[in-house]
Each structure stands twice: as C-alpha cells, then as structure tokens.
C-alpha cells in the first residue's frame, strides 16, 4: 500500500513563497499522476495542481501562474512550489495519487485513490 508524507506548510506572508514536498513510499511511484488539492475551514477540498509521470502539468485557475508542480521520479517526491501567495490560499493541503496518464490530467478528487495526511499553509494579509 502507497503512503504519502506532505511536509514544507507553515506560515508565510502575503506575496512571499513556500515549497510543499510530498513523498511517496511503497509502491511504484513514477508512472502514477500526483495532484494537489487544499482544503480551507468550511469548504470542499479543491483541486489545486496535478503533475502527470512525463511531467505534464494542469493547474486551477486561481492558481495558475504562481504555483508550479513538478516531481523527481528517482526520489519519489512530488512538489509545488507556491510563489505571491495570497490570504485566500490558507488550507491544509493535500497530495494524492492519480491514473497513470500524461495528458487530459485528473482535477476530481474522486478519480484520486490514496491521500496524505495533508500539511497547514496560513498566509497572513
């Protein structure tokens, strides 16, 4: 069975970064889509990025040009690199395991099967 580890939340202010990682262990890892998703206090989880095995990208629209999803298949570690963060990106963010596709990449969170315990990002105005 897969286990995911998110790491890298925390605390930021308005406009500055942070990189999220999360690692992947017990199963293969490289051919699997990773996406991301958040969950703010009184709302759905939500789809944020997902990064495919030939590294193929999709993004939210509210996030998109300010957040990068990327992996490093030899160490079985996904990222998102998360830049001019905003208050309305405090969640708990959530990596989670996908199809093994490259392109038409998944955004629901039912087509997501195993999740990480997720990790806080709080950005302060």
């Known amino acids: 069975q897969v286990q995911l580890v998110e790491s890298g939340g925390g605390l930021a202010q308005a406009g500055g970064s942070l990189r999220l990682s999360c690692a992947a262990s017990?199963?293969?890892?490289?051919?699997?889509?990773m996406g991301w998703f958040r969950q703010a206090p009184g709302k759905e989880r939500e789809f944020v990025a997902a990064v495919s095995w030939t590294g193929s990208t999709a993004y939210a629209d509210s996030v998109k040009g300010r957040f990068t999803a990327s992996r490093d298949n030899a160490k079985n570690t996904v990222y998102l690199q998360m830049s001019s963060l905003r208050p309305e990106d405090t969640a708990v963010y959530y990596c989670?395991?996908?199809?093994?596709?490259?392109?038409?990449?998944?955004?629901?969170?039912?087509?997501?099967?195993?999740w990480g315990q997720g990790t806080q990002v709080t950005v302060s105005s």
């Open positions: 989670a395991t996908g199809p093994p596709v490259s392109y038409n990449l998944p955004t629901l969170r039912r087509q997501y099967d195993v």
């Open positions: 017990g199963r293969t890892f490289s051919r699997y889509t």
